[in-house]
């Protein structure tokens, strides 16, 4: 194992950055950098056409090159909130802390984390970046249990933080701070401002390119002074202690036996199915008819492009497949968030009257555009449905709509449970699990 006072600034630092894996192609070079010491890890984020097998052998190659050269074992991470990459893996898509909380099996979320991380083990990684904590809330026993969880089955987990202000100084830490500096521009000088505040490890976006930007910025930042060696050297040692004491070698079983198995998934629809909560149904439109004509609209964050519809069993995963999937007639539109303005005279003349047209937000709390939409149906003589896909605080940004659900996250496991639920497939049992006048935005997820 490296002994960090023996490294140079440039493999000082290159220990406190890690970077996106691009996919067979980048090998070469990663193994250069093992070579030379400055390789502290590789976040996977299902961008490769990689099966789970694949992986682990990936993650196990670079393990065993940093073995043969005495170089410091590896961080590697699974991009836990990007849906895609642990479904392009095969891992099971556990429900978030805030769903379970909703759905009042805490103790099953120790079991729920042993099973996630038992997945992650079996692909050759050993570190989550999840969930996020910035505030308290009653998820809180949640994320502690599943936090134990990961850590039984070997896996080490930081906290995640949202801050720009001094981290160490906000939450009194005086442990392993990483930041998640994966930002579309200028990656590099958010990977600097994270060290500054106190962060000993940044994730970084760009890949190899994007980890050298970091590299380079943060050695520069120490020659002028901007910082200083010793706040580089206490961020090393720290992290090459906590690898020493964390990181093992040797594969358990092959990824393909224990990834997605079965009695995971099964343990995940069930935590699923459990969480969805009707917030309220004041005129009892639920459950909808399997023989009516629905219309769902879909406000989608990350559409590529404005308005788009679906009628047929296509990907991606939306609430209108999920109830199409039950053997509901559906015409869906999935409406890009920044566009919504500007769409809402289209989709509101499309809908026919007497449909029940069912709305999947996401945070309508804090985007005046999801609400100004819904009040646009209203006062074409709709009674819309609202089911929030992201906080449940969505419940209290439409004051008048008579019926919310609560799905708590837009995974496919929870848009399909969701669907049962508004077809009375399924009962709906969970229960809201922070107080929505709360002024905290955080959520466990």
């Known amino acids: 194992m490296t002994d960090g006072t023996k490294l140079t600034l440039n493999q000082k630092v290159a220990q406190m950055v890690m970077c996106r894996f691009e996919g067979t192609e980048s090998m070469e070079a990663l193994l250069g950098l093992i070579r030379e010491r400055s390789l502290s890890g590789v976040i996977f984020d299902g961008n490769s056409a990689l099966d789970a097998d694949q992986v682990a052998a990936i993650s196990y190659e670079l393990q065993d090159a940093a073995q043969e050269v005495g170089a410091a074992s590896l961080w590697i991470a699974l991009d836990q909130q990007a849906i895609l990459a642990q479904e392009a893996y095969g891992v099971t898509v556990m429900p978030g802390a805030m769903a379970i909380a909703a759905g009042g099996r805490v103790e099953a979320a120790y079991e729920a984390g042993v099973a996630y991380g038992r997945e992650l083990k079996a692909l050759g990684m050993n570190m989550q970046l999840t969930p996020v904590v910035d505030g308290v809330d009653k998820t809180g026993a949640v994320a502690d249990q599943l936090l134990r969880g990961w850590q039984e089955a070997g896996v080490t987990t930081f906290l995640k933080v949202l801050s720009t202000a001094s981290i160490r100084e906000k939450y009194s830490c005086d442990g392993i701070v990483v930041a998640d500096c994966r930002v579309k521009n200028d990656t590099e000088q958010a ?99 399997k023989n009516g004509s629905l219309y769902v609209i ?148």
Not at 304 to 314: I, R, S
Not at 407 to 436: D, H, M, T
Request: glycine share 6%; charged share 25%; with cysteine.
């Open 191 to 289: 990977a600097l401002l994270a060290v500054e505040a106190g962060a000993d490890l940044v994730w970084v976006s760009d890949g190899l390119a994007g980890r050298h930007r970091a590299v380079e910025s943060i050695v520069q930042a120490v020659r002028e002074g901007r910082l200083s060696e010793e706040h580089i050297e206490r961020s090393v040692q720290c992290l090459l202690e906590l690898k020493r004491k964390r990181v093992e070698h040797g594969v358990e079983a092959e990824a393909a036996s224990v990834v997605g198995c079965a009695e995971h998934q099964a343990l995940a629809r069930s935590l699923s199915e459990v969480s969805i909560t009707v917030a309220r149904d004041e005129k009892r439109l639920l459950p909808v008819s």
């Open 298 to 445: 879909t406000v989608d964050t990350t559409a590529a492009e404005p308005l788009y519809a679906h009628g047929m069993q296509e990907v991606p995963m939306t609430l209108g497949r999920g109830l199409r999937e039950l053997g509901c007639k559906v015409t869906e539109f999935v409406v890009a968030q920044k566009e919504l303005a500007a769409l809402q005279p289209e989709v509101v003349r499309s809908v026919r009257y007497g449909e029940q047209v069912i709305i999947a937000t996401s945070n309508a709390y804090r985007d005046a555009e999801q609400g100004a939409f819904v009040r646009a149906l209203q006062a074409v003589g709709c009674e819309p449905i609202v089911v929030a896909l992201g906080s449940p605080k969505d419940v209290i940004a439409f004051p008048g709509v008579s019926t919310c659900v609560a799905a708590y996250e837009n995974s496919p496991l929870a848009l399909r449970s969701a669907a049962k639920v508004l077809l009375g497939a399924l009962k709906a049992s969970g229960q809201l699990p922070i107080r929505l006048d709360e002024p905290s935005e955080m959520l466990y997820n």
